[in-house]
């Protein structure tokens, strides 16, 4: 059983008020029933929560397997919850849409950030990952909190590189630690990025323009703890697609392939959850 926080009222953009999914995400269809508000407080009850999310261009399917095989391969224990974030990042025309997402996954920040405060308030504690454009979902709902949240993993960041020290400070303040995972060989974010975010500052200037992606090179500038940047070695070739589980169901979890790129960042995600020393990359 996994169980998801949906924000999607359809999928071209349309944010509905969070609530949450539960059911078996390898069926074929998946089979997700909606869960009673009311039981939400007991299944989060003194447990250490991770809320993960995806980024832009992932349909519903596609994210609630990927989300759903990232928590296996994260193995929660018993005094630990894992819920997929669902959010409308997806649209007809992607490559048209960029710019405006921006504001869904604004929007959906702000509605999971005070979701959280209602339903997990009786959570040990929370914690947020998230995959490219997810970063503005997760940084939104953090800033949104009326708690710290005990750990903020962002990869491969659709985001400008200095909005941890200017326009999400205060959600980085907001954390125990936070940890960032780039590569220089993200193709998306040295080639889509700049254009769509040059386009979003035209539509709704909240961020200084020409900047380069988080998920490249990590923060504009170098912080310190509680902030910790990790870059992938550009012999690892990692790009866009390389961080989460597969959503098809032909391909297996765990993956046999030991070239397969996923498990490493998977596993990265998993212990930056836990605040474990990583030992990847190196």
């Not at 018993?78 to 960029?98: H, K, M, Q």
Request: proline share 9%.
């Amino acid at each position: 059983m996994s169980y998801f926080v949906n924000l999607r009222a359809g999928d071209y953009g349309a944010v509905c008020e969070p609530y949450v999914l539960a059911g078996d995400v390898l069926a074929d269809p998946p089979g997700m029933v909606s869960t009673p508000y009311e039981v939400l407080p007991n299944l989060v009850r003194d447990k250490n929560v991770l809320l993960s999310t995806h980024g832009f261009n992932v349909n519903y399917v596609d994210g609630l397997r990927a989300l759903g095989r990232l928590e296996a391969v994260t193995g929660p224990t018993s005094s630990e919850a894992v819920f997929g974030v669902l959010w409308p990042g997806d649209w007809a025309i992607p490559a048209i849409n960029y710019p405006f997402e921006d504001r869904i996954a604004v929007h959906a920040g702000r509605l999971l950030g005070a979701f959280c405060n209602r339903w997990f308030s009786g959570a040990q504690s929370l914690s947020f990952v998230s995959h490219s454009l997810g970063a503005r979902v997760v940084l939104e709902a953090v800033a949104a909190l009326k708690r710290p949240a005990r750990s903020l993993c962002i990869t491969a960041g659709a985001i400008g590189a200095d909005c941890l020290g200017a326009q999400y400070k205060a959600a980085a303040k907001n954390c125990e630690r936070v940890v960032t995972l780039s590569s220089r060989e993200d193709l998306v974010l040295a080639l889509a990025f700049p254009i769509g975010d040059l386009i979003a500052d035209i539509l709704d200037l909240d961020h200084k323009p020409f900047q380069r992606a988080l998920g490249r090179r990590g923060p504009e500038k170098p912080f310190g703890p509680p902030i910790t940047a990790s870059q992938i070695p550009d012999a690892s070739d990692y790009d866009h697609g390389d961080y989460l589980p597969p959503s098809s169901l032909k391909q297996p979890v765990p993956d046999p392939d030991p070239a397969a790129k996923w498990p490493a960042a998977a596993a990265f995600m998993a212990r930056a959850f836990r605040g474990q020393r990583q030992t990847w990359p190196l």
